[in-house]
């Protein structure tokens, strides 16, 4: 059965860095989702992405993160100067193209420890 | 704005017992109801949905029926076993053309013991 990867699985990084988080979507999908989840707290929504480019974004994501499709199967998110408080699991999903069709496949999320 | 509210864990039940896990929502108009699992070192997989009020979703012996009038989508099934251990996540997508960020709760850790 076809699922969503990402890579690493754990990435430990020091404050201030750069860090790109990469995702393999489902091969027919067309939009694509990266959520987080900060230890104790609840999944949260981050953006969305269709067609090259993004239709949905949170007030989270409006602060240092950026997304990209750079080829047919990657889609990557890139936090740009980390802060301590980004340490989460971040998960990328995506969803086959149809109008109703609510289901989004997770990938088994990357691990961001930041230092 | 749209939240999703669930009983908070660690669940810890003997194998066969009942379980129920509570979800409520705040949300606009009709939204789609969803919970996801998450096993071990795995990602959310989709345990089951509901897109209208009263609807069942039922996935794997689980069940949760979508109830309009007190917000709510809680999770049960009627014996559980040591292979169900793991966090629960329900969720809502807001209805509405062109949105479809899903908003969760925290999650729910269960844990079955022999």
């Known amino acids: 059965e076809p699922e969503v990867t990402q890579t690493p699985s754990h990435q430990v990084t020091q404050m201030g860095q750069e860090v790109i988080l990469r995702c393999v979507p489902i091969s027919n999908h067309l939009y694509f989702y990266w959520y987080r989840q900060i230890l104790g707290q609840k999944v949260e929504f981050l953006v969305s992405f269709y067609n090259n480019e993004i239709s949905e974004k949170s007030e989270i994501f409006e602060d240092h993160f950026s997304v990209e499709r750079p080829d047919g199967s990657n889609f990557t998110l890139k936090i740009r100067s980390t802060k301590l408080e980004d340490s989460a699991m971040y998960f990328c999903?995506?969803?086959?193209?149809?109008?109703?069709?609510?289901?989004?496949?997770f990938g088994p999320g990357t691990r961001l420890t930041v230092l | 704005g749209n939240s999703v509210t669930q009983m908070e864990g660690p669940v810890t039940l003997s194998e066969e017992a009942f379980l129920t896990i509570n979800c409520t929502y705040t949300a606009t108009g009709y939204p789609s109801l969803f919970w996801y699992v998450q096993y071990p070192g795995e990602g959310l997989q989709l345990l089951l949905k509901a897109t209208k009020a009263d609807d069942k979703g039922s996935n794997k012996g689980f069940e949760a029926t979508y109830r309009k009038e007190t917000t709510s989508f809680h999770l049960e099934k009627g014996s559980v076993q040591v292979s169900d251990s793991a966090v629960y996540f329900c969720?809502?997508?807001?209805?509405?053309?062109?949105?479809?960020?899903?908003?969760f709760g925290k999650g729910t850790k269960l844990s079955v013991i022999p």
């Open positions: 999903a995506s969803r086959v193209q149809g109008g109703g069709t609510d289901t989004q496949y």
């Open positions: 969720a809502l997508r807001a209805s509405g053309a062109g949105s479809y960020q899903l908003t």
